[in-house]
């Protein structure tokens, strides 16, 4: 079959047409357009230093997680690997309670190619603050350095490291959720594989932002909206390739590596999807939850009418961001509450 792609519609012409990319949410597109065209540019590894230095330059410090004594922060380190490498998270543990409700075990965003643990925490923290949680953010390592399976191996160990504490943490046992956002979304839902197939730590829930699941790079909204937003489909390949090398998109890549490849989703904790739906990763993350479903699991499912990627995080204000991290914390407080 001969496909036509329109790269300024988004439309196929021939079988499985996808119509032009869906409008984003006026209040989110204004904030869009008032950020610099760095970040709207697609990323590629040649820019990858220079925004890693931007990010690193602008990265909160303790004193900011601490939040006025809400909590105390401090870095740990796993033992030594067998190559040496001692994993850095940062520990987050609310001042407020001797007997957190849950603790957290967080996995940052940026397309497997920027970040570190203190990346998007600041959500993390406002969940924590409300509901009594500790939070362990993962500074695990980045592609193309450390191309699969190094980053989903480290996010491994930090979940192992935290469920191994949680009695020194106050936490009862079992009260632990993984999340993540974008990349770490992914990589939440991969350790979350890697616990029910290895017999690892029981997880009361995993939650997945926007999570970043299918190498394949090919969905109906991956193709809509390249080009436009943020991490758009040049962006979400750069990312696969830095982790996956040539092997991005053949026929055997590990469902460790990308959520979406595996087969079997049965036997998982309760699943919290929300994605937007003016992004690349929308269709991937309806279909995981979709797939959840069918396997007989739990999944609560949330599209974002309008939402590019990470737009509560660019526009915190604006109601529909305000409706997405309500829904989340609603989700976690149900969760928790038994």
Avoid at 77 to 85: K, M, Q, V
Avoid at 91 to 102: E, I, K, N, S
Avoid at 146 to 160: A, M, W
Avoid at 313 to 321: C, D, E, R
């Amino acid at each position: 079959m001969n496909v036509h792609i329109d790269t300024e519609t988004g439309t196929e012409n021939g079988d499985g047409r996808v119509g032009p990319p869906p409008p984003f949410d006026a209040e989110l597109a204004a904030a869009l357009d008032s950020f610099s065209a760095l970040l709207q540019q697609p990323i590629t590894l040649d820019s990858v230093p220079e925004i890693r230095q931007q990010m690193s330059a602008t990265s909160p410090a303790d004193e900011d997680l601490a939040r006025g004594g809400a909590f105390t922060v401090e870095t740990a380190t796993t033992p030594a690997g067998a190559d040496g490498f001692r994993l850095p998270m940062v520990l987050c543990r609310p001042t407020a309670t001797d007997v957190p409700t849950a603790a957290v075990c967080f996995l940052h965003g940026g397309g497997m190619i920027i970040g570190d643990a203190r990346t998007g925490i600041a959500e993390v923290l406002d969940w924590a603050q409300e509901l009594d949680l500790v939070v362990v953010s993962v500074d695990y390592r980045l592609a193309p350095d450390h191309p699969h399976p190094v980053p989903v191996e480290d996010c491994y160990t930090g979940l192992l490291w935290t469920a191994g504490r949680l009695a020194e943490l106050g936490v009862a046992s079992g009260r632990l959720v993984v999340a993540g956002t974008s990349a770490g979304g992914g990589l939440a839902a991969a350790v979350a594989l890697m616990a029910r197939d290895r017999g690892g730590p029981a997880l009361a829930g995993q939650m997945l932002l926007c999570p970043m699941l299918d190498d394949r790079n090919d969905t109906p909204s991956a193709r809509q909206m390249a080009g436009r937003g943020v991490w758009d489909r040049t962006s979400n390949e750069t990312g696969w390739t830095a982790l996956l090398g040539d092997r991005r998109g053949g026929p055997d890549v590990s469902p460790y590596a990308a959520p979406a490849r595996a087969r079997d989703l049965s036997g998982l904790p309760p699943a919290f999807i929300d994605v937007g739906s003016a992004e690349t990763f929308r269709d991937e993350d309806v279909a995981y939850a979709s797939r959840i479903w069918q396997a007989g699991g739990s999944a609560e499912l949330h599209v974002w009418p309008g939402g590019f990627h990470g737009f509560d995080l660019m526009a915190p204000q604006a109601p529909v961001s305000q409706a997405a991290k309500a829904a989340r914390i609603n989700w976690l407080r149900r969760l928790l509450a038994g």
